[in-house]
C-alpha cells in the first residue's frame, strides 16, 4: 500500500499493515476501520487534516503536513506479522520514507512500527525503548515519537484514548515549533 498524504510533510505516522476491512478493502490506510475513526478525527482536530472523513476513500480528506506509511505492506495473517515479513518490508518502508525529505518527526503506531521506525533511523531497537508517549532522537536529528496503536482493542480496553492520543500529536505539533 502506499503512502497516503502530504508529500511536503513534516510529521510520518507508521501504522503497522493495512488492516483487514480498512486499507486493505479501501486502498487508503485506516479508512473504513475503528482505528480510522480516532487517527481521522484527532488529524482533523490539530490541522494536519481537511475535509470530512466518512470511512469512504472518495470522501475528500486530505492530508497537510502529514504523511501516512505502514511497516509492513501486505495484511498479515491474523493482524499479526511474522518476523520474516517484518523484515521483507522494511526495505519499502524506507524507501518510501527516504522519498519524504522534509518528515521530521515519525510517530509509530504500535510497537512494531516502532521498531521499524527505530532501525529506519539508523538506531538499534536495543537503545530505544517502545512505551506510549516515548520519545526518541536519531543521529540525524529527527524524532520519534511512540504510542500505543489506535485499534479497536486499545480502546476498547482502556489501554488508549483519544485524550492519550491527542497527547503524542500536542508533542508532535510542540517539537514542529
Keep these: 500500500m502506499p503512502a497516503f498524504g502530504d508529500p511536503g510533510a513534516w510529521l510520518a505516522i507508521v501504522g503497522l499493515a ?29 490541522g494536519l487534516a481537511e475535509g470530512e ?9 486530505r492530508l497537510k503536513g502529514a504523511v501516512i506509511l505502514n511497516a509492513v505492506k ?20 524506507e524507501a518510501a520514507l527516504a522519498e519524504l525529505p522534509n518528515v521530521r518527526v515519525l510517530l509509530a503506531l ?18 530505544t525503548r517502545f512505551g506510549h508517549g516515548s520519545e526518541a532522537l ?6 520519534l515519537l511512540s504510542s500505543y496503536h489506535c485499534s479497536r482493542y486499545n480502546q476498547n480496553t482502556g489501554r488508549l484514548d483519544a485524550a492519550m492520543f491527542e497527547s503524542v500529536f500536542e508533542r508532535a505539533v510542540a517539537i514542529r515549533g
Design 138 to 143: 536519531a543521529p540525524d536529528g529527527r524524532i
Design 18 to 46: 493495512p488492516g483487514k476491512h480498512g486499507a486493505n478493502r479501501t486502498g487508503r490506510p485506516f479508512t473504513g476501520d475503528y482505528a480510522g475513526e480516532l487517527l481521522y478525527a484527532t488529524l482533523l482536530r490539530f
Design 110 to 127: 504500535g510497537q512494531i512500527a516502532h521498531v521499524a521506525a527505530v532501525r529506519a533511523l539508523g538506531m538499534k531497537p536495543s537503545a
Design 74 to 93: 501486505c495484511l498479515p495473517p491474523a493482524n499479526k506479522p511474522e518476523p520474516a515479513e517484518i523484515a521483507t518490508c522494511r526495505t519499502y518502508f
Design 53 to 61: 472523513y466518512r470511512a469512504d476513500p472518495s470522501d475528500g480528506l
